[in-house]
């Protein structure tokens, strides 16, 4: 590639919202026909823990502005954790995390920044006097989007010089043996970059006693 590793630091912004964050997280089973891209196990506490990117695909596009110091890409896959084994189902603590290893040739004032929305749904109820039970009745419930399109945002300043770096996009915990993650049009971007930007998605499980177990897709260059 002609890139020279400055080594591997995970980089984290603290102001990822926890409802965003949980609302990417989320349980569903997997779709039978996807195509799996990376997997990666290992056993822990004698459970199998599978960690499993499907149906990978980021997409490069043309930045807007038209700087060609800019790159934009955007992200849809799934990836998924299964812990495997007698009492799997009673897990609890394991975390969930997914993001990014970004390498770059050089920069001016650089950084990558990572955005994706996760709608919520919310309900209003309200409660009225019961004439003649003399209790309590559901008057009325509204159905309603609560705040439509909360964001969260990730960034990576990057170096002048050649460099790899990862990026923590989003983290979440959970109990029993199955989370999916459903990426949908997540969405990168960099600035001040000279040259490609190559992007390669991971996802990564760490159990409650801290072993770990990442699994790597292939690198995109946008």
């Known amino acids: 590639m002609g890139i020279k590793s400055r080594g591997f ?57 038209g700087s060609p110091f800019n790159r934009e890409f955007f992200h ?21 995390q997914f993001g990014y290893q970004f390498a770059w040739a050089g920069s001016i004032d650089g950084a990558i920044g990572v955005t994706y929305s996760t709608p919520t749904l919310g309900a209003d109820l309200k409660l009225k006097p019961e004439a003649d039970a003399g209790g309590l009745s559901l008057g009325e ?9 909360p964001q969260a945002y990730a960034e990576l300043e990057l170096t002048p010089a050649p460099g790899i770096e990862e990026l923590v996009v989003a983290e979440g915990e ?36 801290g072993d770990n177990v990442t699994t790597y897709g292939q690198a995109w260059t946008v």
């Open 9 to 65: 630091k995970a980089a984290r912004n603290a102001t990822v919202a926890g409802a965003a964050v949980l609302g990417l997280v989320l349980g569903a089973s997997g779709a039978a026909s996807a195509e799996v891209n990376d997997q990666n196990r290992i056993v822990s506490d004698g459970l199998e823990v599978v960690v499993t990117q499907e149906d990978t695909n980021i997409h490069g596009v043309a930045a807007l502005g």
């Open 174 to 209: 959970f109990d029993g043996d199955f989370k999916t993650v459903q990426f949908a049009n997540v969405h990168g971007t960099a600035s001040g970059v000279l040259g490609a930007v190559q992007v390669r998605p991971f996802v990564r499980a760490i159990t409650a006693n």
């Open 141 to 149: 419930a509204n159905v309603k989007i609560g705040n439509v399109l």
């Open 76 to 96: 849809n896959g799934r990836g998924t954790v299964n812990l495997l084994g007698e009492k799997a189902a009673d897990t609890e603590g394991t975390t969930m």
